[in-house]
């Protein structure tokens, strides 16, 4: 899945993945590309998957 940074779309995007992996539990890999910047999630605990994805968000937000 490849998005663009611009509006509300990338958190809205971000916050439907968090969910998502949530349910999942670990039983997919997941991965974000943000400008050619590229997160992969495979079986991380729901807290690595938080702290990743907060990671990737404010660098991606200009945090």
Do not use: K
Not at 21 to 39: C, M, N, S
């Amino acid at each position: 899945m490849a998005l663009s940074a611009s509006g509300g779309v990338l958190p809205t995007m971000i916050g439907t993945l968090r969910d998502w992996l949530e349910r999942q539990a670990g039983r997919h890999r997941i991965a974000v590309t943000i400008d050619g910047d590229v997160i992969e999630l495979e079986r991380a605990t729901a807290e690595e998957r938080r702290d990743l994805l907060e990671a990737y968000i404010r660098r991606h937000s200009g945090e």
